[in-house]
């Protein structure tokens, strides 16, 4: 079974026609998902980037591989996984497989993907790195002008100063594109594994649509401003949130932004996602060219969304919110019917479906569960909750996030803890953790998440013993041994 893995960078679910959007063009990926599996709860672990990409690396919650910051805004975190680390390439490069990632690692800073056994050019760091020697052949080979932008939007920062760029018009044609040339050296790797023979595993990883959005005239300009609805969350005035929220959309200058500029903001996003689709397109043109197709199981997901001025925030933070946790996610397998599903799963749990589908053993990925059964149709017992966790970006910042069907939970040591009824508020406006009617769901979920955190080995638990609602003490939070009742006085 050859494996073709296709993601994205702090992509919003909402962009994608297959998941309601009706004004942006997706048609490949709609595609994919009319002849696949669409899951509607698909979410990551971690709202940012390498942490994310190394849980799908190892199948491995954050807190147990301990690589949670990336590097540019480290603050004392691991950089690069542990020599003992399992990592999926090793098992499936044991099984004779052709590893190939084309696009952005972001995982670690002294070992790329070469050093997990991936063909491919190094491109290292968070954005499409425009100067690397590789992209610069690439125009060069086919008399394309070099990277070239103008008209840039950001706003002001706190303390005066230019706030980070969130798009600019480029001045390139489509095909000189950094998404084109990924897309480019995808299909010559999968052009060349066919004609090696042997299974592989192709992974080509976008780095857009993360901001800045970066586009030709076309795509900058693609989507009118006026049919952008803006995100109901706009209306987010902080009240009963932690205080951090507030402090990362002044960082984030949305408030020095006028809002028709945010809404153009958003439809050049939009570009940007059917920028990405066309490419992503040609990939799977190629595929089918191949004769590929009914033998290589197609994955699409992205790390994390994005805010798109929801809750007055840009990018990605300290917030738990459905913006940026909950991500695409489609599976096809070859043979298999399409559907949508309902079951919370995870970016992780593609570890261990990429294991199964090559033959390997899935127990070394131990916070991953295959998706192979819900592809095949089954209903298999299934956990009826998701846990997700944050460690910090520009500064550590713990949380800890349990929702079920209704409710999410999330504890933030340092402020105040979050309830969300999302039925009631689906865009999390409403912070009810106080609320004394829903106290009955707040100690069932502060429960549950304790239990299923003492579960997983997360250390997170000691701070819940002592602080909140979770029963009567059945170990002793101190982890020493001076009490004990039958010590001499």
Known sequence: MNLLFLMTDQHRVDTLGCYGNPHVATPNLDRLAATGTRFDRFYTPTAICTPARASLLTGQAPFRHRLLANYERNVGYLEDLRDDAFTFPQALKEQGYQLGLIGKWHGGTHRNAASYGFDGPDLPGWHNPVDHPDYLAYLEERGLPPYRISDLIRGTTPNGNRGNLLAARLHQPE??????????RAIEHLERYAADGRPFYLAAHFFGPHLPYLLPDEYFDMYDPALVELPASIAETFEGKPPVQRNYSAHWTFDTIPI?????????????VTLIDRQIGRILDKLDELGLSDETSVFFTADHGEFTGAHRLHDKGPAMYEDIYRIPGIVRIPGERP????????????????????????????????LVPLVRGERPEWPGELLAEFHGHHFPYPQRMIRDDRYKLIVNPESVN??????????????????????????RLMRRLYDLLRERGDNFYHWMTPMFDIGALDYDPTLS????EDAPA
């Open 260 to 272: 028709e500029v945010t809404r153009k903001l958003i439809a050049v996003y939009w570009g940007y």
């Open 418 to 443: 979050e309830l969300y009824d999302l039925h009631a508020d689906p865009h999390e406006l409403s912070n009810r953790y106080t609320h004394p009617e829903l106290a009955p769901v707040r100690r």
């Open 481 to 484: 041994s001076f009490e004990k």
């Open 175 to 184: 095909e000189a594109t950094f998404e084109a040339y990924l897309a480019t």
């Open 339 to 370: 559907q949508v599903r309902d079951e919370f799963v995870t970016l992780t749990d593609c570890t261990a479906t990429i294991l199964e589908l090559a033959g390997c053993d899935t127990g070394p990925a131990v916070d991953s569960r295959s």
